[in-house]
């Protein structure tokens, strides 16, 4: 049978997202023929802070004390992110075993305006195999093509959070569109992840020394990985839910550190008694 790898099928991969949620109207300006969306309105720009340090979406505590963990707070941070990301993708990287599937489906579920998609389930609907399987019959360069050609497909697309494969970072034209949104690096020690995945069929792990094989593998991805946006380490026994509350965390801290040079310029604009031009 012919291979569906090497056929190029997954060129052909389409990914639907569905719509439920209402967005609030942008002003649209016409010019030289086109409509674009103007990003200094007042409506382009939600406005929303980041909640932990927003005492108005803290609440009350019988001492009068508010957690620092933000499990004080009265809304789920996460639907807050979803406005100040103003579309812009969230790319999970990491080793395999990291949680990049789980963490990035409850960041998603959570948020509400953003969908979730897995690299490697997609590749696996698309060829019709399993990852093992993908490996076994066709190799891991052919992998590596595929693995591409899904993310070709998945980066043109806005609102999503996605996991990507551990090695999919290695590639530089992979790179470069995990850089069109924000990537999210889950850290996490080599013992601590050979505890999850042990009895797995791991393709890159089927040595002799499968905890040596990772250690080598983080090594060789860790300047990759390390030059993600935003860094959340994990230890062990942290649930599902406390590493996506650390990332949800991360990600607002990141949002007011790096805000976009359009709003710096009109900060200053303002601070400096300037009217900004609408």
């Excluded at 019959?137 to 998945?154: K, Y």
Aim: glycine share 8%; proline share 5%; hydrophobic share 35%.
């Amino acid at each position: 049978a012919p291979s569906p790898i090497k056929n190029n099928n997954l060129a052909t991969l389409r990914i639907h997202q569905s719509s439920s949620s209402s967005h609030a109207s942008s002003v649209v300006l016409h010019a030289g023929g086109f409509e674009w969306e103007d990003p200094t309105s007042d409506e382009a720009d939600p406005g929303v802070e980041n909640p932990y340090k927003n005492p108005d979406l803290l609440q009350s505590t019988g001492d009068g004390g508010d957690d620092d963990d933000g499990s004080s707070l009265k809304v789920d941070p996460a639907r807050l992110l979803s406005p100040r990301l103003r579309g812009c993708n969230l790319y999970f990287i990491g080793m395999m075993g990291s949680g990049k599937s789980t963490v990035g489906d409850l960041v998603a579920r959570r948020m509400g305006t953003y969908n979730f998609l897995d690299t490697d389930t997609i590749l696996e609907r698309a060829a019709g195999m399993s990852i093992p399987e993908v490996f076994e019959t066709e190799g891991e360069e052919a992998f590596r093509v595929a693995e591409a050609q899904v993310l070709d497909s998945v980066h043109a697309h806005v609102r999503i959070v996605v996991s990507t494969g551990g090695g999919l970072v290695m590639r530089n034209q992979n790179w470069s569109k995990l850089q069109t949104g924000l990537v999210v690096y889950l850290k996490v020690d080599p013992e601590v992840i050979m505890k999850r995945i042990e009895g797995t069929d791991r393709p890159l792990l089927q040595t002799e020394n499968p905890l040596e094989t990772l250690k080598q593998l983080m090594e060789e991805r860790k300047e990759r990985y390390e030059a993600a946006d935003v860094t959340v380490e994990i230890e062990e026994g942290m649930s599902v839910e406390d590493v996506a509350d650390k990332c949800i965390r991360a990600l607002h801290d990141f949002i007011d550190d790096n805000p976009p040079a359009w709003k710096q310029a009109k900060a200053k604009a303002q601070a400096d008694g300037l009217d900004w031009v609408q």
